[in-house]
């Protein structure tokens, strides 16, 4: 089965827009085993529509229209397939229905606007959208089916696991037999992390892929067919034995969902004291339902009067060493940790630039503490050459790593590639 | 001129990254008055590309190829263009050089791999790239020149300013006489505010466009040409009067960059203490280089310990109100202006869900106050429906534009079209 994307939109094509869509789409299907092979980004303009959707037809087995079902003006995707098609809209009565209902249901008045939502060309399969106002619908056209779906990416990602996904099953028989692990690595770039991995020989079926997700980098292991999936084992060893300390989570989107699932298993609890950082670390973790079990509280004390009066910092400490140093941020760990007595503290404090650097410490100087019950480890990294937002990221991400291996009960400092340290 | 953009790579097909690039560039050069007709975004296979670059190049007069320039082994946008060409790769020894001297220049020991970055198909132009080890290049073929740039978002965002703007500044005479307007609105979604601007005739030349950028929709308003731009004034003034209350800002990304820039210039201090947005008020503001210059402290406050503790919210009012109430949030925030005597202080109590709702206090109720030195404003507002990043998001918008208002010697409190509140 070849399968394309059309994304449709001049939100989309001009940039307004980052299309998330698209990227979500191919991931969702690539975790069936369905390769996406090629995505046309298309304006609002009827006439390209027209020539997209005639043109494509000829090439693939199915296409999934992505947005245009809305109720304005430069929503054509419907009128543009009937033009394709040769036939007319048809107001869907089912539909109509729908949407008398919906508007009725949320206590809102049905603009005039929203009844060209129910028109969908003559031979069209209307398709259910349980959460919006824009029904899909399905049209074969020469070689292809087309499925449009809308652009309200909650109402998109909806109608592709619970209409498409199906659909496709029923029409094609998709590839089973496909698994995939992924690995967030910390501190080191997609060349290094390669340049280590190029020693494995992979079997048949099975890639190896890499994903830029600042501050990491996804290494993704796909395999395809069941002796592929066999030989996964073996593979992942390799790959942990190569990069060691580099691999930071299994599975997980983020080094704040490794936390969560990690505080939430032990019982244990936190509080975060964030200078450069400035809320991240807190707000990370906050994203994720359920952490009111373990976050205590998260204290953004940016000046040097919110350390020395919120934490306890001593005034000589931030005299004699400066905010960002060893002796200040270890003082601000243990005085965020002491408030409510939680079992654990993190804090940072650092340049984050574009300005602000000195000789000594230049900007992007990190230093990041992690108080226990029973002491405090602290460690100062060198992040040079970075933007404002890699250098609170990554130390954000450091900062999450000391708690990750301290509750794993391994050595809570080490090194990363690229991330160079202070010596104390 | 007619140009279109390929997009390269597995991860971008598959959806493994999200391609902000393409966003980028198209808002760049909307930016300079030309739009991008159409963007195909194609995997890592030598014949997709090959294949991608012939067709295209009979239909446009300029294709920007993004990505596959790098030195692993799925690059391949050098040698797709060698064979569409015909022609064989070769190595450009000035970039030879540059790559030895970039490796000697920061300390690193230059991989292997690397040096295939040096290859590029014998008639084309190298692009010099000042920030990375990929130059890019241009090609002719067909009706089209091909301009071969990296896919690391900076680097390819410098080409494109420092070379490939200049470049078809000098091929072709671009449409000048074009200008861009920006209003963030809150609280309304993008058929209500399309329906309201409905009645606002447009002379030719101008367009008003929608995009959804969560919490809010940014609308806009796009003049080409002298005669359009002289009536943008007029136009915004009826957008101004159709909308209201519901623009929050003009040219500004985020709410957050405007609050930035009004405290900033009002000399004024902000604390804030956040329990539902967990951090996002602090932390959307310290993104912003400068922000220490206002910004005192931020306190997450998630436990109801937490409150009493540090911000001096009576126990009883816990007990009496709920922590998702007026009263409490109004106690947070006197509380967190007082500790370092900030001017401001904004103060979030809220239930994010998707848990945690009760019937009085549903999920997506959330109490919102602002201090001041005089006093305290204070709402209640309801979040139905919505994901607990949004219900987060929304809060967040709605804190800052109580602030926004004051700073404005506006109303504080005031309705928002979809964000209704509960009575006192």
Redesign the interface.
Same mark, same amino acid.
């Given at each position: 089965m070849k399968l394309e994307m059309i994304c449709t939109g $001049? $939100?989309?094509?001009?940039? @307004?827009?980052?299309? &998330?869509n698209?990227?979500?789409?191919?991931?969702?299907l690539?975790e069936h085993g369905v390769?996406? @092979?090629?995505?046309?980004?298309?304006?609002d303009r009827l006439q390209?529509l027209v020539a997209?959707f005639q043109e494509r037809s000829t090439e693939a087995d199915v296409i999934v229209v992505n947005g245009g079902l809305?109720? &304005?003006s430069?929503d054509l995707s419907s009128e543009a397939m009937a033009l394709a098609k040769g036939e007319p809209l048809v107001e869907n009565k089912v539909w109509r229905e729908r949407l008398d209902d919906w508007f009725t249901r949320n206590g809102r008045v049905m603009?005039?606007?929203?009844l060209k939502q129910a028109l969908i060309p003559e031979s069209a399969i209307m398709i259910d959208n349980p959460v919006g106002t824009a029904c899909g619908f399905a049209v074969k056209l020469n070689r292809a089916w087309l499925f449009f779906t809308p652009g309200v990416p909650?109402e998109f990602k909806q109608m592709v696991k619970e209409q498409f996904i199906p659909f496709i099953n029923e029409m094609f028989e998709i590839a089973g037999d496909v698994a995939l692990r992924k690995y967030l690595t910390l501190g080191q770039g997609?060349?290094?992390l390669?340049?280590a991995l190029e020693t494995i020989v992979l079997p048949e079926g099975i890639t190896i /892929?890499?994903?830029?997700?600042m501050p990491h980098i996804?290494i993704?292991l796909f395999a395809r067919g069941k002796a592929a999936i066999s030989e996964m084992d073996k593979i992942e060893a390799q790959i942990r034995f190569l990069l060691g300390t580099a691999i930071v989570a299994n599975n997980k989107k983020s080094l704040a969902e490794e936390i969560h699932a990690l505080l939430i298993d032990s019982g244990k609890t936190l509080s975060?004291a964030e200078s450069c950082t400035? /809320?991240?670390?807190?707000?990370q973790?906050?994203?994720h339902?359920g952490?009111?079990a373990y =976050?205590? @509280?998260?204290?953004? &004390?940016?000046?040097n009067?919110?350390k020395v009066?919120?934490l306890g910092v001593k005034p000589e400490t931030l005299d004699d060493h400066g905010a960002v140093s060893i002796a200040t941020v270890e003082e601000m760990a243990k005085g965020a940790r002491a408030? =409510?007595d939680s079992d654990y503290a993190l804090a940072t404090s650092g340049i984050? /630039?574009?300005?602000g650097g000195t000789e000594d410490k230049p900007v992007g100087t990190v230093a990041i503490a992690l108080a226990t019950r029973s002491g405090v480890y602290s460690q100062m990294i060198k992040l040079p050459r970075r933007?404002?937002?890699l250098v609170?990221s990554l130390s954000t991400a450091v900062a999450f790593d000391m708690l990750r291996r301290e509750l794993l009960d391994e050595a809570v400092i080490v090194d990363y590639g690229s991330i160079k340290r202070f010596q104390k």
């Open positions: $001049e $939100e989309v094509l001009a940039g @307004q827009i980052v299309d &998330t698209a990227a979500w789409f191919a991931n969702a690539m390769e996406c @092979q090629r995505r046309i980004t298309v304006g390209d997209v809305g109720p &304005t430069d603009a005039e606007s929203n909650f997609e060349s290094s390669a340049d /892929g890499y994903r830029s997700s996804e993704k975060a400035g /809320g991240m670390i807190a707000s973790l906050i994203s339902a952490s009111s =976050l205590d @509280q998260g204290l953004v &004390t940016y000046s009067e919110s009066k919120m408030i =409510l984050a /630039g574009p300005t933007s404002r937002d609170r």
